[in-house]
């Protein structure tokens, strides 16, 4: 069964600081891979996704995640922090790939802060 | 374009008493999915469907859940009784053909609180 893990529930960084975001996946099909962000009182948001093409994937807001097959890993990454990028990110997979039945598996989420 | 719309954002209700909830799709997306997430846990599937049709309610908590989406258009998510742990946030999805493979698209939510 395809998953994903976060690692960290809580990462905090300052403001202009680097982000990372870790998620390492588990997928016995060709994966398709998101990272998916809520900001307070918001819903859910994606912010990019990856779907065998170009390995470095970008997102909105200048994210970028790249996939990594060897490591089985597509963490989240952002050159430089804003305050409006606190919000909680999810990153999921497509559990069936490209099946018509697939539904989208979340993991279980890291809450960005960031500190002026 | 509008965005899959989720009614109400907010519901407040009592043990026992039943709520419902709804979920309009963006339009021409056949595969609706609702999620729900239970405060401070993972975002869990509870059932997706296609059209009218249920693919896969798996996800489903029990039987005091009851989807529908009649028409294939808009859905109803039911709780009846309710109970205090299905507090949470519930969301829905919907996507075009090839399931969840290029993503899918989410509501606001609705935020249930049973007291």
């Known amino acids: 069964a395809q998953s994903v893990t976060q690692l960290g529930s809580h990462v905090s960084v300052s403001e202009g600081a680097l982000v990372l975001l870790r998620c390492n996946y588990s997928s016995s099909v060709p994966p398709y891979l998101f990272w998916y962000v809520q900001y307070p009182n918001q819903g859910l948001q994606l912010l990019l996704k990856y779907t065998s093409a170009a390995t470095l994937v970008k997102g909105i807001n200048g994210f970028e995640a790249e996939f990594k097959k060897s490591e089985t890993s597509f963490h989240l990454t952002k050159p430089s922090a804003h305050m409006s990028d606190a919000a909680e990110y999810f990153c999921a997979v497509s559990d069936l790939g490209d099946s018509s039945a697939s539904k989208i598996i979340f993991g279980s989420g890291t809450r960005l802060s960031i500190r002026p | 374009e509008a965005g899959v719309t989720q009614f109400p954002s907010h519901s407040v209700i009592e043990k026992g008493q039943t709520v419902t909830l709804r979920c309009d799709p963006i339009?021409?997306?056949?595969?609706l999915y609702w999620y729900r997430r239970v405060m401070g846990k993972e975002i869990k599937f509870l059932l997706h469907?296609?059209?009218?049709?249920?693919?896969?309610e798996s996800g489903m908590p029990n039987n005091r859940f009851l989807a529908e989406r009649t028409g294939g258009t808009y859905s109803t998510l039911k709780v009846q009784p309710a109970e205090l742990e299905d507090s949470g946030v519930y969301f829905c999805?919907?996507?075009?053909?090839?399931?969840?493979?290029?993503?899918?698209?989410f509501g606001q939510g609705t935020r249930l609180t049973v007291v």
């Open positions: 999805a919907s996507s075009q053909d090839r399931g969840t493979a290029w993503g899918a698209f």
């Open positions: 339009s021409g997306h056949d595969n």
């Open positions: 469907f296609v059209k009218e049709s249920k693919q896969d």
